[in-house]
């Protein structure tokens, strides 16, 4: 198994940007595809960017896709989420999600562990 802890979070200006952090800890990395959920009050958890178990592959929601960035370092255990130019549209609460599967996903019913979540609030 493997434990998630998400980082980074913050309220922020529009037009600005975060870094999200995901720490791992337990199984080695490289078992889990990776990726990034959020969801705002009211709504379903939406996925956002995901990446293959050696980071050669990545996809993203086209709300966000030329804006955000995912990526990771299996040899430090980290997974990271690069946000620019945010909208208010983006605030959320982000999860950093482990999927024991080769291959990537959208759906968040595939993904196996979740971190806690951190909050990303956007300013008009």
């Known amino acids: 198994q493997v434990q998630l802890a998400e980082s980074g979070g913050g309220l922020v200006q529009a037009g600005g940007s975060l870094r999200l952090s995901c720490a791992a800890s337990?199984?080695?990395?490289?078992?889990?595809?990776m990726g990034w959920f959020r969801q705002a009050p009211g709504k379903e958890r939406e996925f956002v960017a995901a990446?293959?178990?050696?980071?050669?592959?990545?996809y993203y929601a086209n709300s966000v896709k030329g804006r955000f960035t995912i990526s990771r370092e299996n040899a430090k255990n980290m997974v990271y989420l690069q946000m620019s130019s945010l909208k208010p549209e983006d605030t959320a609460v982000y999860y950093c999600?482990?999927?024991?599967?080769?291959?990537?996903?959208?759906?968040?019913?595939?993904?196996?562990?979740w971190g806690q979540g951190t909050q990303v609030t956007v300013s008009a």
């Open positions: 337990g199984r080695t990395l490289i078992s889990y595809v």
């Open positions: 999600a482990a999927d024991l599967s080769v291959v990537v996903a959208a759906e968040p019913t595939q993904y196996d562990y």
């Open positions: 990446i293959s178990r050696a980071g050669g592959n990545m």
